[in-house]
């Protein structure tokens, strides 16, 4: 079954911790987003990555770092540098010029 | 700036009732629009592509370059068209990055 797969759905996180939401496809998609979702503001690009060990900053790169190690993983880290990271994570994935873009399905994360 | 305007954030209507869901963009190059929907406790998924110029589940989306909009309608609206939507632009050519807008939540009372 193809797609993309984000974990943990629900993470928490004390303040001053970072922590990394996993984002995997097997859809052998080369580029691959993340955004952060919060409620009145729509979607925001974090960042994305269009080959592997290649990546750009998005709109609210701040407070956030990146890996494109292998083609299907592309991890997530907040860091403690994050002012804000209580949101809605999704990542997507796009085969180049070819059809619309796939979402998971999201992490949650809440900073206690 | 690249920039995607949902002027509302609610719209509420009836059952049967026509729906228009406004999208306007800015872009000096050629865009590349999607709508996207998300309905409750779901993933978000692929709406409509303006390159296809498909109808899915009713709707259709027309590109009009010259007032830069890409309103999304649909002539009857259902009870289970409810959910969020959002207007999306990706920029022509490569590896787009895809620019939200605010987003619109559609909500059909019986």
């Known amino acids: 079954d193809g797609g993309i797969t984000q974990s943990p759905k629900y993470l928490f996180r004390k303040e001053g911790q970072n922590v990394t939401l996993s984002c995997e496809q097997n859809l052998n998609h080369d580029a691959m987003y993340w955004y952060r979702q919060d409620p009145g503001q729509g979607l925001r690009l974090i960042y994305y990555s269009q080959i592997v060990n290649d990546f750009q900053k998005g709109d609210i790169a701040e407070g956030y770092s990146v890996s494109r190690e292998k083609k299907e993983s592309f991890p997530l880290t907040v860091t403690s540098a994050q002012k804000n990271p209580t949101a809605f994570y999704l990542c997507?994935?796009?085969?180049?010029?070819?059809?619309?873009?796939?979402f998971g399905s999201g992490t949650r994360l809440t900073v206690v | 700036a690249q920039r995607v305007t949902q002027p509302e954030k609610l719209l509420s209507v009836f059952k049967g009732a026509p729906v228009e869901l406004k999208c306007n963009y800015s872009y000096s190059g050629s865009p590349e629009l999607f709508w996207y929907v998300q309905y409750s406790r779901q993933r978000l998924q692929l709406l409509l592509r303006h390159i296809s110029r498909e109808s899915i589940k009713g709707f259709t989306a027309d590109l009009n370059k010259g007032e830069t909009s890409f309103h999304l309608k649909k002539p009857f609206a259902q009870e289970e068209d409810s959910a969020m939507y959002y207007c999306a632009l990706a920029f022509s050519g490569g590896y787009n990055k895809l620019i939200f807008g605010a987003g619109t939540r559609l909500a059909v009372h019986p």
């Open positions: 997507a994935s796009r085969l180049r010029e070819l059809g619309g873009y796939t």
